[in-house]
């Protein structure tokens, strides 16, 4: 009863550890993606600020930092409730292995009592030899075997748990280490977060005096916003034009094909109609009139029938394809540039005028000065214009899927090229005196979250 009961103690513990060494794969996982961009942040913010101005992305980039030092904070108070938990599991294992050891060490004593009772009263020969025949004697020997073997058994079971328990204890001792570790961690975080806003705080106040100029910079960037896009929504509305237009010449060839085959079939069969009448004719009989000719009844020719070369896939059949392949690497694409996101999609809080609301149709990656730009997903480039405060933009096509790349200094590629996944279309223009691309990704005529179509770095 007490071996099952161990059992089910054990099996139990085991399970809850399993589940906790997931949860702390996530968040240790999790915490390696925040302290990296804490870390992207940290050297863009150094670069800005060694221009000794002041600027709305110095404020942007600092509510991102802010945001991650949230996050980190967030994420340590979650470690130190995980390490709680993975200490309490550890307790629990302890005790279970505690009770083990002390039913095996029972045990074991039992077996080494009655081992010395019966070598005074007999020994492992003269125990052996005491068989009346060979039967028993061979019996007597794999009792003897198993007897030792289990003996060996139950040292060897004694010795893993004891050294089991001693690992546990340790474990608890290292949890207490990490928790106290965490507690100082928190700590420092939460000064440095107080640093943050605090120069968040001296930001907004010089920018709140430029608020004249800010609201112009912010007119500015919404009318170069519209024409992007009014010029990407032309593009796209093109492509599908062409797609119509295909699949519309495609069926009035197909049409114009089966009225040729329809009119050659009747042109045969008054063909026919006419031989047997002047046959009929000629043998002074009435002929009746003759049915339609029967295309299966042509005599058959030796030679190799004739096949038509397959017709190209038409822009139609090709975009659906390419729709497929991108629609299956959402939340997988790579990065059209290295670095963090320093405005995040839809309608937010400008990051100074108070009242304001800002839409971004997709999200502004802050990366490093002269930073190449690279397609996310194979594809077709679409479009390439060239828009006041934006720069150079490339559309890239991917069947219904569209990825643009605005605010480009240069481009490395033309219209109509197909590019592969990671290929390098530019490179990265300055705004507001940072380099930073706008990046947005398409379905048809809808604007969609890029955050969760990239993926991991």
């Known amino acids: 009863m007490m071996r099952l009961t161990f059992i089910i103690l054990l099996v139990a ?6 589940q906790t060494q997931k949860s702390r794969a996530a968040l240790e996982a999790e915490k390696k993606e925040n302290l990296e961009r804490i870390e992207q942040v940290k050297k863009i913010l150094g670069q800005t600020q060694k221009e000794k101005r002041t600027s709305l992305s110095q404020a942007q980039a600092l ?15 979650q470690d130190y409730d995980l390490i709680q938990r993975e200490m309490a599991e550890n307790l629990a294992t302890q005790d279970t292995l505690r009770l083990e050891l002390g039913t095996l060490q029972k045990e074991y004593a039992e077996i080494i009592v009655r081992e010395a009772k019966n070598s005074r009263k007999l020994t492992r020969l003269g ?56 507690i100082q961690q928190v700590s420092e975080d939460k000064k440095g977060l107080d640093d943050l806003k605090q120069k968040q705080d001296q930001i907004v106040k010089e920018l709140t005096s430029k608020e004249g100029q800010l609201k112009t910079e912010l007119k500015k960037q919404q009318d170069a916003l519209r024409r992007l896009n009014s010029v990407i929504s032309v593009a796209i509305a093109r492509e599908i034009a062409a797609r119509k237009a295909e699949e519309e010449a495609k069926a009035r060839e197909a049409a114009r094909k089966k009225a040729e085959e329809t009119a050659r079939l009747e042109a045969e069969r008054r063909e026919a109609e006419r031989r047997k009448a002047e046959l009929a004719k000629s043998s002074g009989k009435t002929v009746e009139e003759a ?18 070369p397959a017709a190209a896939p038409t822009r139609a059949e090709v975009a659906t394809v390419a729709t497929g392949k991108f629609s299956a690497a959402k939340n997988k694409l790579s990065w059209p540039a290295n670095g963090f996101i320093s405005s995040q999609f839809g309608v937010r809080d400008h990051a100074v005028l108070k009242g304001i609301k800002v839409d971004n149709h997709g999200v502004d990656i802050r990366t490093a000065p002269g930073a190449e730009v690279r397609s996310v997903f194979e594809g077709v480039v679409l479009d390439i214009s060239e828009i006041p405060g934006l720069n150079y933009v490339v559309a890239v096509q991917h069947g219904d899927y569209y990825t ?14 197909k590019v592969s996944g990671r290929e390098i279309i530019g490179t990265v223009a300055e705004k507001d005196g940072v380099p930073e691309i706008n990046f947005q990704v398409w379905h048809n005529f809808t604007k969609l979250n890029p955050e969760l179509w990239l993926g991991s770095k």
Do not use: C, H, W
């Open 13 to 18: 513990v085991s399970s809850v550890f399993g």
């Open 63 to 77: 509510r991102r930092q802010i945001d991650n030092q949230e996050k980190k904070i967030s994420l340590a108070q």
């Open 127 to 182: 125990f052996l030899f005491s068989s009346t025949s060979l039967t028993e004697l061979f019996m007597r020997y794999k009792y003897l075997q198993q007897y030792s073997e289990n003996r060996k058994g139950k040292f060897e079971k004694i010795k893993n748990l004891a050294e089991a328990l001693k690992k546990r204890q340790a474990e608890l001792a290292q949890g207490k280490v990490r928790q106290a570790n965490v």
């Open 291 to 308: 049915p339609p000719p029967k295309t299966e009844a042509a005599p058959k020719r030796e030679e190799a029938p004739v096949r038509e």
């Open 404 to 417: 643009v790349y605005a605010n480009l200094a240069s481009v490395a590629v033309r219209v109509n090229q």
